[in-house]
């Protein structure tokens, strides 16, 4: 098997995290507050690499949390902000990209959230 097929099972090979992506809702209680609940975005396969800690002015502090990066397929569906869980953490996406070549993906960069 050769051309487009070949890289698509390539890629969807590398596809072994199972990540679910929420966002917080936008619903009000009735004094106007947001409520402190978050609605499902989607399920999706995706590949994790780690990218150590966070910014390097604060990399070597304790206070600096790990960063992730996450490639899945091309999906419009998760935004800056959204909540990323994986593997029993919780994270905080902080960036979404677009590559639209041969495969197209989208690659995320998620900071856990400290508990």
Same mark, same amino acid.
């Given at each position: 098997?050769?051309?487009? /097929? ?5 890629? +969807? *090979?590398?596809?072994?995290?199972? !990540?679910?992506?929420? &966002?917080?809702? @936008?619903?009000?209680? @009735? ?10 975005? *989607? ?5 994790? /690499? ?9 990399? #070597? +502090? ?8 996450? !490639? ?15 593997? #029993? &953490?919780?994270?905080?996406?902080? @960036? ?20």
């Amino acid at each position: 098997m050769s051309g487009p /097929e070949t890289g698509w099972l390539e890629f +969807s *090979g590398l596809l072994r995290e199972q !990540i679910h992506i929420e &966002r917080q809702s @936008s619903e009000r209680d @009735s004094a106007g507050s947001a409520i402190e609940q978050n609605d499902p975005v *989607g399920a999706f396969r995706a590949a994790a /690499e780690p990218l150590g800690t966070g910014d390097e002015a604060h990399a #070597g +502090s304790r206070s600096a949390m790990p960063r992730w990066r996450f !490639i899945l397929r091309q999906t419009n569906a998760v935004r800056p902000g959204d909540i990323l869980i994986w593997a #029993g &953490r919780e994270m905080v996406v902080r @960036s979404v990209s677009s590559d639209h070549r041969f495969i197209p993906r989208t690659f995320l960069q998620a900071e856990e959230k400290r508990v």
